[in-house]
C-alpha cells in the first residue's frame, strides 16, 4: 500500500532516480510527480545528467588493469561499484546551506574545493550587481576575449553559448584564483537576472558537480582535466541553475575542458 500523503523527500526523488527507492515507496513518489511538476523537472534533469555520465565513464570499467595495479594486485572495479560513484555524484548535488558544506571548517583553513568555490562566489556577488562596469571586456568582443583569457589562464576558454537558456553573453574578465588565474565570465537574462562562470586550474582532481548556497545566491561546482568550473546564479530557483549548468558542461566536454 502506498502512502501518498507523505510528503516525498529530495533524497527520495534521488533515490528513484537511481532505483534505489523502497517497493513501498515508489507508488507514492510516482503519484506526487503527477501534481509536483518542478520535481519532475528535477527528476528528468538528474537523469539527463546520469546519462551524460554513463556515456563518459562507462568504458573505464571495461579498461584492462594497469601494469601497475596489477604488481600491487588491485582488483578491477566492479561496474556497479562505478554507478554508485555515479549515484554518488548526483546525489552531491544538494549540499549547501548556512550550515552546510562551505560552513564546514569555518574556523579551520579551507581546503582547496572550499576556497575555489567561495572565491567563484564572492566574484559573482561583487560583480553581479554592477550596472557601469560589471566585466573588463564586453561581449560584443567574444573573439578577443577568449583569446585574451585563454592566454592568460594557460588554456582554451570558450564563452558557452547560452542563448537557447534565454542568456546573452555580457563579457568577461580575469581574476586572481585561489592557485592561478581564472577567466569570470557573466550572462545576462532579458529580466536582468545574472549567471557567472569562473574557471580555473582546479586544485581538487574531481569530476562530481555539488551545489553550494551562500546568502541569497547559489552554485554548482564541477572539475574535468584539471579545470574547475563554478557557475553562480540566484539560489531560488535550482533547477533553473542546473538547466544552465548542464548546457555549460555539454558545451565545455564538446570543446575539450
Do not use: C
Request: cysteine-free; glycine content about 8%; overall charge negative.
Amino acid at each position: 500500500m502506498t502512502e501518498p500523503n507523505i510528503p516525498v523527500t529530495e533524497d527520495e526523488l534521488h533515490a528513484y532516480v537511481d532505483n534505489e527507492l523502497p517497493a513501498e515507496r515508489r507508488g507514492a513518489v510516482e503519484t506526487w510527480l503527477l501534481t509536483h511538476p518542478e520535481d519532475v523537472e528535477r527528476v528528468r534533469s538528474w537523469r539527463a545528467m546520469a546519462d551524460a555520465l554513463h556515456a563518459r565513464y562507462d568504458a573505464v570499467a571495461d579498461e584492462p588493469v594497469p601494469q601497475r595495479l596489477e604488481i600491487e594486485r588491485l582488483a578491477r572495479p566492479q561496474r556497479s561499484v562505478l554507478y554508485g560513484a555515479i549515484a554518488a555524484t548526483l546525489a552531491a548535488f544538494v549540499i549547501g546551506g548556512a550550515t552546510g558544506w562551505l560552513a564546514h571548517g569555518v574556523s579551520a583553513k579551507p581546503s582547496p574545493l572550499q576556497a575555489f568555490t567561495l572565491d567563484a562566489l564572492e566574484a559573482h556577488r561583487l560583480y553581479v550587481v554592477e550596472v557601469r562596469h560589471p566585466v573588463e571586456v564586453a561581449g560584443s568582443e567574444r573573439a578577443h576575449l577568449q583569446q585574451w583569457l585563454s592566454r592568460r589562464v594557460g588554456y582554451t576558454i570558450k564563452a558557452p553559448e547560452l542563448d537557447g537558456s534565454g542568456l546573452k553573453l555580457v563579457g568577461g574578465r580575469l581574476l586572481p584564483g585561489p592557485q592561478a588565474p581564472a577567466a569570470f565570465l557573466m550572462y545576462e537574462s532579458p529580466t536582468g537576472e545574472r549567471f557567472t562562470l569562473y574557471t580555473s586550474r582546479a586544485a581538487a582532481p574531481t569530476t562530481q558537480m555539488r551545489y553550494v548556497t551562500r546568502a541569497s545566491d547559489g552554485a554548482l561546482y564541477w572539475s574535468d582535466r584539471g579545470v574547475g568550473y563554478v557557475l553562480s546564479g540566484p539560489d531560488d530557483n535550482k533547477i533553473r541553475l542546473e538547466q544552465v549548468a548542464r548546457a555549460v558542461y555539454d558545451q565545455t566536454e564538446k570543446n575539450g575542458g
